[in-house]
């Protein structure tokens, strides 16, 4: 207990609750179904693979998440050279 | 039939263990039969934690194979004769454990034992949750700290789905059990309070287990804090949990403050 305390009495605890709570709210909601992400990054996998040949780790799928409104952002890398040949035949 | 009790946590160094042992040894003093199943196999403690460490000759997995009869396996405690343990397997890998054995096993122990503890492993894979796929309770042992009331809510999630009692329908008793809390880091705000835990749990309180030397000088002795001395803090905290675990109606106090010198000048209250 310091001076600075009788002034300022609240400390970190309601940061963590607060945090707490919004993110175990959002955990719960979403406990019951598979990782949302992790099914997006699979299916657009097959899509892609369907017309062009890329590898696994050249498509990035990311979800930000804000307390009204999330970003799904996704990046695909399509090599060039395996590219064209597919897309011909498409 | 005995009472199942799993003792888990989701996240590690929580106090499993050492809640495990305190609360297992305090319903046996008081002479109920009790049995404590290790389930952390390839990383057993719970023997070491009751001063057993040089007694293990077989173990769960053991019984599970069928190489060593459950009664071999069993080890009694020195101080409490109606306190056994079942250490986990050291060596073994933790797929030696199934779901068939582990229930076989849970059965015959509740058919002979007042209470059978399972304590439980860290995380939320196989291991844990075969430890608490046969209770018929669960004590959720959480530090006021954003990453294990997290843990022990994804816990909660589990028991509530991933139990044999959740399948067929019926409530699994869920209790939180606090530990380490520092009641004058909480006053300032600097820890959450036990209020915050359980409104964010939503799940009842089984006790509060005050931060104190008295649980690692224990651990050190390998003896249940509730044995070794029965009178400090932290042990009355894990007599009086195991008393409520039992159907006793104890209200719970929170520890309260150490008063600082600025609060004892001005004679402030906690905020």
Do not use: W
Not at chain 2, 60 to 83: F, Y
Not at chain 2, 152 to 173: F, M, N, P
Request: hydrophobic share 45%; proline share 4%.
């Amino acid at each position: 207990m310091n001076l600075l305390d009788l002034f300022k009495r609240r400390g970190s605890a309601p940061v963590a609750r607060e945090r707490l709570q919004v993110l175990l709210a959002y955990e719960r909601r979403n406990r019951s179904q598979p990782d949302l992400v992790s099914v997006l990054r699979e299916e657009i996998m097959a899509v892609i693979a369907r017309h062009v040949q890329i590898d696994q780790d050249y498509l990035q799928v990311s979800m930000d998440r804000g307390e009204t409104m999330s970003t799904l952002e996704i990046d695909i890398q399509i090599p060039n050279k395996s590219a064209r040949p597919l897309a011909m035949s498409a | 039939m005995g009472k199942v009790v799993v003792v888990t946590s989701g996240k590690g160094g929580v106090g499993k263990t050492t809640s495990t042992a305190a609360l297992g040894a305090a319903v046996a003093r008081t002479g109920k039969k009790v049995a404590l199943v290790d389930f952390d196999v390839g990383l057993r403690n719970l023997d070491l934690i009751m001063g057993a460490e040089r007694r293990v000759v077989f173990d769960l997995v053991n019984v599970i194979q069928g190489t060593a009869k459950l009664s071999q396996a069993l080890i009694r405690d020195k101080r409490v004769e109606t306190l056994f343990l079942l250490p986990a397997s050291q060596t073994r890998d933790k797929d030696a454990l199934t779901e068939e054995g582990v229930g076989e096993v849970i059965e015959k122990l509740s058919s002979v034992f007042d209470y059978v503890f399972c304590d439980s492993p860290a995380g939320i894979e196989r291991g844990a949750q075969l430890a608490m796929r046969f209770a018929d309770e669960a004590v959720i042992v959480t530090n006021p700290e954003v990453s294990s009331v997290r843990d022990s809510d994804r816990i909660i999630g589990l028991l509530d789905a991933r139990t044999v009692k959740a399948e067929r329908g019926e409530q699994i008793a869920k209790h939180v059990l606090v530990t380490r809390y520092d009641a004058a880091r909480a006053a300032r705000g600097e820890m959450l309070s036990i209020d915050d835990v359980l409104e964010i749990l939503s799940t009842p309180l089984l006790g509060i287990i005050p931060e104190s030397q008295d649980v690692l000088k224990a651990s050190n002795l390998g003896s249940p804090v509730t044995l070794s001395d029965p009178t400090n803090s932290a042990a009355r905290a894990y007599i009086e949990a195991a008393k409520r675990l039992e159907g006793e109606e104890l209200p719970v106090v929170v520890p309260f403050e150490r008063k600082g010198f600025l609060d004892r000048l001005f004679g402030r209250r906690a905020a």
